[in-house]
């Protein structure tokens, strides 16, 4: 369970978009390095 303020809940929601927003690009990233392994072993 993690921490939440309770004080400032904009400052939480803040804080969840930029993890998630974090976690997208991750995600986006991994794909492309998958497409591009694919590409390679279809090159081969």
């Not at 929601?13 to 998958?34: A, D, E, G, P």
């Amino acid at each position: 369970m993690p921490f939440i303020n309770i004080h400032s809940p904009l400052a939480e929601l803040k804080k969840v978009r930029t993890i998630v927003n974090c976690y997208k690009k991750l995600n986006s990233n991994l794909h492309f390095l998958q497409i591009m392994q694919m590409q390679e072993i279809v090159a081969y």
